[in-house]
């Protein structure tokens, strides 16, 4: 079964259970005046709206590409995500309203077995779902169904706590209902708000995902002529497609049909085993007879690597004719002054070589 039949058939089990919970809890709710019940009916509802979302979202992401949008229209899945979000939010900040109330105008509740009995079978039911719901998320690398499963189980969590409440209540006869209500209400905000940022951070162009880029690093590494894997970048144009770039370090003695052969050799594999498309590979050439070269490249590794939070020295290139050093270097996010650094490296190298003109590219951290 394909990615998108899967997600479709995942979204109508869910809004077939939610429409259940929600009709179930609904009549519960009103007969024993509990406002936490009513307002857990209230949030599957929305729990459907996402499904229908989730659903719409995929077969919009799934037109083909055309002239306006060559790269597929793969991104609507993240604003259908965006769009689960505002639902979810819409949701919690009706349901803390209305608890506000609750416990400004306080209702007593009457709970009866039956209803306590139901609560319990929602609870094991929204647990089902929500772990059903990430495993086929995960699965298919689907931000929407993923989203609905991590709030499919806040709502168990929640359900739990109604259930606690109705104890409480029966035993000792303190009634949580509207601030429970009010706990639940902020909860559901929380979610929202942590959905919106996931789904926005994805718009914007997040880091690829580390394990990801570690397995089509060592794809291209298993090639015996390559002898680096520097500056692979990825962007996303949906959960299934992944364009990218890569520069390799490759001996100076290939020539330029074996280079060819290579170059496509490394596009298919990378295609095969991740469904990646390597839109571009340039290259760093390695000096394999030049004494020189080398001695000259280990000394600058030296002082370039000795710095704290440089990660990472390449493409180094030495051109006698023009006198011309090159290099690139990458230098953590997290450091506290990356221009600093990146000076100073530049500053030692020019004082090392001051016959050559040195040019050294800082890299970001992709």
């Not at 077939?16 to 949030?43: E, M, Q, T």
């Not at 991104?75 to 639902?87: D, K, N, P, Q």
């Not at 497609?241 to 290579?262: A, F, K, N, Q």
């Amino acid at each position: 079964m394909n990615r998108d039949k899967i997600i479709v058939r995942t979204s109508i089990i869910g809004i077939l259970a939610n429409v259940f919970l929600a009709s179930f809890k609904a009549v519960i709710g009103f007969l024993s005046s509990s406002i936490a019940i009513i307002l857990d009916s209230v949030n599957n509802l929305s729990d459907v709206m996402s499904s229908l979302i989730t659903i719409i979202g995929t077969k919009l992401a799934n037109k083909s590409p055309d002239k306006e949008h060559p790269y597929g229209h793969g991104r609507i899945e993240y604003i259908s995500t965006v769009l689960i979000a505002f639902l979810v939010l819409y949701a919690g900040i009706a349901s803390l309203s209305e608890s506000v109330k609750k416990i400004i105008n306080p209702m007593k509740p009457e709970y009866k077995a039956v209803s306590l009995m139901i609560i319990a079978v929602a609870v094991a039911v929204k647990i089902l779902l929500g772990l059903y719901y990430r495993k086929m998320g995960d699965k298919v690398a689907s931000s929407s169904l993923t989203a609905s499963g991590t709030d499919a189980l806040m709502d168990s969590v929640v359900s739990f706590s109604t259930l606690i409440a109705a104890l409480v209540y029966i035993i000792t006869g303190v009634s949580l209902e509207a601030w429970l209500g009010a706990v639940i209400s902020l909860i559901i905000i929380k979610s929202g708000f942590s959905i919106l940022k996931e789904s926005f951070s994805a718009i914007i162009g997040q880091r690829t995902d580390k394990a990801i880029s570690d397995e089509i690093c060592a794809t291209i590494a298993e090639f015996d002529e390559v002898y680096g894997v520097y500056d692979l970048v990825l962007h996303s144009y949906g959960p299934e497609t992944l364009i990218g770039s890569v520069h390799i370090e490759i001996p100076d003695t290939l020539t330029i049909c074996e280079l060819d052969r290579l170059e496509r050799n490394i596009g298919d594999a990378v295609r095969e085993k991740h469904r990646v498309i390597l839109a571009g590979i340039s290259i760093y050439s390695k000096c394999m007879n030049d004494n020189h070269a080398s001695a000259v490249h280990n000394d600058i590794r030296k002082i370039v690597m000795s710095h704290e939070n440089v990660l990472q020295f390449h493409g180094f290139f030495l051109d006698e004719i023009s006198k011309k050093i090159s290099f690139d270097i990458i230098i953590d996010f997290a450091a506290p002054d990356g221009q600093h650094i990146y000076e100073k490296v530049c500053d030692e190298v020019k004082q090392k070589y001051p016959d050559y003109t040195i040019d050294v590219t800082l890299d970001l951290d992709l």
